[in-house]
């Protein structure tokens, strides 16, 4: 119960509608926030979670709806407003400049206050030991990791000293252990009579740190409950509207050929603030899942790149099915066994503007789907069609546009168009990101069968349940460095959490900074 | 109140059809408002513009000569913008192809062999490939901005050829006038029809429709290409090289205004002059984008911008009107289809800055 009940609510959204061409976002939705609460917003990616966000900052005006703050009327028609009132924003994607210093990037948004840089300095180490968010204001935004830029963004926020912190699923660049300690944060936040809005698909957080629930489902608000008196099981029905069964590995299979290898890998950065790939030694064997977990922006992109062919390496730093690949083509690497599912859906797996059948040549080229120089239409229908099948994407057809599809279905799609090519080494990049949680299932079960008929399969993914439901082996990456990889029942979500944040061999650490 | 702009999630077929139709009408409107303001005869102005250029066949025939350029080189810009690669300087490259097929012209001038028409095709279209080479090499290697480079290299090609025909090709017995001495009757493309200017280049030009297509809608390059403009992360992804991508753009597009050149010069005109184009390298952007980068719509696109330029000098010489008027009424049609033509893929719509 919140503590003042006969007080009017902090803020209160009543019959909230957002209209998108093709797609109701908000559907009527009630919220109500009291003050000194921690109110989880609950729903599955594309729930309606962030347009209702956007709506309490001001960053989009609700075709209908009443807004109540305190008990009294407002309109939220901007950024500004939604400041004046005591609402703060922390962003899921981050808003800072890398070239600039913290106190400079919070001067950015301070106004007048923002002139004299050594007494803000000052204001943000005060803030900063006061909540226990460790920020050296003096350093540039781009030394500072992940976690240290999301404390930065909420430094900024807490300046100026909102009633209402809203902050946009903050766990998703957080390592166990720097959850912990956002959670103590907020915590203290909430007891000194602050509200906050926390948006989450993740049911252990919402269940340890939040008092009450807003559940939504494909626009609809669905229910509202108390999640430390809910189970998981029960959260998650509301969430997805009916039973989820979790993919299970099974045991593992005798390891067949390598079908990886990575030797003393080195890879420059793209660009200047980009992480440099030191000394990576990974294998990959056939009929086995390995993954790879770690903080974004860690250098994962740049290892997938390296291995997919995007950027080219010393040719023996890379064997892919026993031969040297390091700098052969991406094509070269397809013609060896090499699926990919990139990073983006849509954009790098997909066209948006071409259809399936179009989209299925992209990369199953060599499936017959080119003949003489000229694309066959009928057979990249066919195969079109035979991913949508055998995957149950969800489509108009083999002439759908790409972008018609949502994003689980873009996934599965994805996925099978590289599945039906049999390859002996599937790359996966966060395969169920912004995927919901049936759809996520269906994706890991078609990623076991893969094993078990002898793909060497490896997983990179922010996701640590996701990692140590499906993989046989894990290891994590942290500034360009591999950590260990051994068994998934070894590793454990500490450990992992631990290898996340650089803790494994001695002399990572000392020369990472 | 605030404007917006809103993507059409079903392009309703009724709207291709309409919007054609509504930019007709709307142009005849306000041309008929813009002549009559200007104390014209608007049915006579229109008349001149859009019916007398095209009543006979000689007037026909004018139109497929002034076609044949702009249909060359759209189709060839048509493979770059496909991909996303912005050559702006078609018009330089048309001229470099008419100034290397007029060198061999002229090299050869009183004793023609009988290859020297196909090597002067060869020269032209090879001459408009290396000027388009340049910019391409310089987006490859560089970065550089191809828009910028492209468009300044057709001032450069525009400057060369008006020192060529003033200084060291100038025809000796010409008076004085910069120009080179007439091409020999071997090195002029053959007429089709007697006592008209069209010729057998028109011919070749329209054979390049439907080898554009196929390269362009059925080839898997015409797919890679496709993927380049509209998804560069998806042809990395793919593993079509992007510099490969930029030079068959530039390459494609130098080639055809390179043979386009060749044809004006060793055609309608028969020799080099300080003009050998009155823009058909830049309007030929407008006649891609028009034909919507497809080879069959550029054919199209290519006959009216064509009538465009008869109408309007025979409104000159008709009605005596002046050529700033005729070039307002070129604008507003093309503001008009083009306009309509953005309209049925995006909606307007008007929003309210807050709700209550």
Known sequence: MPPEASNPPLIELRGIVKAYPGCLANDHIDLTVAAGEIHALLGENGAGKSTLVKIVAGVIVPDAGEIRWQGDAVTIDGPAAARRLGIGMVFQHFTLFESLTVTENVALGAGAEGRDRKALAARIAALAGRYGLAVDPHRHVHHLAVGERQRVEILRCLLEAPRLIVLDEPTSVLTPQETETLFATLRMLAAEGRSILFISHKLDEVRALCQRATVLRAGKRVGECDPRTESAAGLARMMVGAEVAPARRGAPRAPGGEMLRLDRLDLAPADPYGIALRGIELSVRAGEIVGIAGVAGNGQSELLAAITGERAAPDHAVRIAGVPAGGRSPAYRRKLGLAVIPEERLGRGVVAELSLAENAVLTAAGQGLVAGGLVRSRAAADYAGKVIERFGVIARGSDAEADSLSGGNMQKFILGREMLQNPKLLVAAHPTWGVDVGASAEIHRALVALRDAGAAILIVSEDLDELLAISDRVGAICRGRLSPVVAAEEAGRERLGQWMSGLFAAGAEADAA | ?356
């Not at chain 2, 550029?298 to 109408?311: D, K």
């Not at chain 2, 000159?316 to 953005?342: E, H, M, N, R």
Request: one cysteine or more.
């Open chain 2, 1 to 356: 109140m605030r404007l917006k702009l809103e993507a059409r999630t079903e392009a309703a077929r009724w709207v291709a059809f309409v919007t054609p139709l509504l930019a007709a009408v709307l142009t005849l409107v306000s041309g008929i408002i813009l002549f009559a303001a200007l104390g014209y005869d608007p049915g006579r102005a229109l008349n001149s513009f859009f019916i007398k250029p095209v009543e006979n066949v000689y007037g026909l025939t004018e139109l497929a000569v002034k076609a044949t350029p702009l249909l060359l080189c759209a189709l060839g810009l048509a493979v770059g913008f496909r991909g996303g690669v912005w050559n702006i300087g078609a018009e330089g490259q048309l001229t470099v192809g008419a100034i290397a097929a007029g060198g061999l012209a002229l090299a050869f001038n009183g004793e023609e062999p009988g290859w020297l028409l196909p090597a002067m095709v060869v020269a032209g279209a090879a001459g408009g490939a290396l000027w388009a080479a340049v910019p391409a090499f310089l987006r490859v290697r560089f970065n550089t901005n191809e828009i910028l480079t492209s468009l300044m290299l057709s001032y450069v090609a525009l400057q060369f050829l008006g020192y060529l025909v003033h200084g060291p090709w100038r025809d000796p017995q010409g008076f004085n006038f910069p120009q080179t001495r007439d091409f020999g009757a071997g090195a002029t493309i053959p007429l089709l029809m007697e006592g008209t200017r069209l010729h057998i280049g028109t011919l070749l030009a329209a054979l390049a429709v439907p080898a554009a297509w196929l390269l362009l809608d059925k080839s898997y390059l015409g797919f890679q290409i496709r993927v380049a403009g509209l998804a560069p992360g998806a042809a990395a992804y793919a593993g079509y090289p992007a510099g490969r991508i930029v030079w068959v753009g530039f390459i494609a597009g130098g080639a055809m205004a390179g043979l386009a050149g060749m044809m004006e010069a060793a055609g309608p005109i028969g020799k080099l002059q300080p003009v050998i184009s009155p823009g058909y390298g830049f309007a030929a952007i407008i006649v891609a984008f028009l034909g919507r980068l497809n080879a069959v719509g550029i054919l199209f696109a290519s006959l009216l911008v064509a009538l465009l330029y008869l109408g309007g000098e025979t409104a000159q010489i008709d009605l005596k009107l002046p050529p700033a008027v005729t070039g307002v009424f070129q604008g507003l049609l093309l503001f008009f289809l083009l306009g309509s033509d953005f309209l049925a893929r995006y909606r307007l719509k008007f929003e309210r800055r807050a709700a209550a």
